[in-house]
């Protein structure tokens, strides 16, 4: 019994991105676009969690970021590939535009990669342009469509 729940404590820990050594903690979260009927009898678009999705749906990738260490962090870059089945379409208000790339090794925005539909992007990624100083956080966010 001990073993199990031992190994179950590692599977865990091995999983939980929050858990990771070192002083940057990443997590992401997907989240679906949902209409909500309020009393008033306006639709609303909310953000729900992502338990089940149908093609067409509109879901929003969330990567959040903290640095728990006492030293800032510099020179990070949050690489993020794009699910095979999602299509990306824009950043979400608010969140700073990823570069995109359409085969994991040149970025760019999509006039600089030669003007490429968004359905091509496979990547979107963030750099930071100053060190992360040490309890600081932030989110990067992005909308897509599943296929």
């Known amino acids: ?16 991105p929050a858990m990771a050594a070192g002083p940057l903690q990443v997590t992401s979260q997907v989240m679906v676009e949902a209409k909500q009927r309020a009393a008033d009898g306006t639709t609303k678009i909310a953000l729900v969690p992502a338990h089940r999705v149908v093609p ?11 640095n728990t260490g006492a030293q800032p962090l510099a020179d990070l870059v ?14 979400v208000p608010n969140s700073p535009a990823p570069e995109l790339s359409v085969d994991g090794h040149r970025y760019g925005t999509l006039a600089q990669l030669g003007a490429v539909e968004p359905d091509a992007v496979t990547h979107v990624r963030w750099r930071l342009a100053r060190p992360l100083a040490p309890g600081a956080s932030g989110t990067f966010a992005f909308q897509a469509v599943l296929k």
Not at 5 to 10: A, H, M, T, V, W
Not at 79 to 91: E, I, L
């Open 56 to 66: 067409g749906d509109r879901v929003v990738f969330t990567l959040a970021y903290r």
């Open 1 to 16: 019994m001990l073993i199990r729940s031992l190994f179950l404590l590692g599977v865990v820990l091995a999983t939980s």
């Open 78 to 91: 949050f690489d993020n590939p794009v699910p095979k089945g999602v299509a990306y379409r824009a950043p």
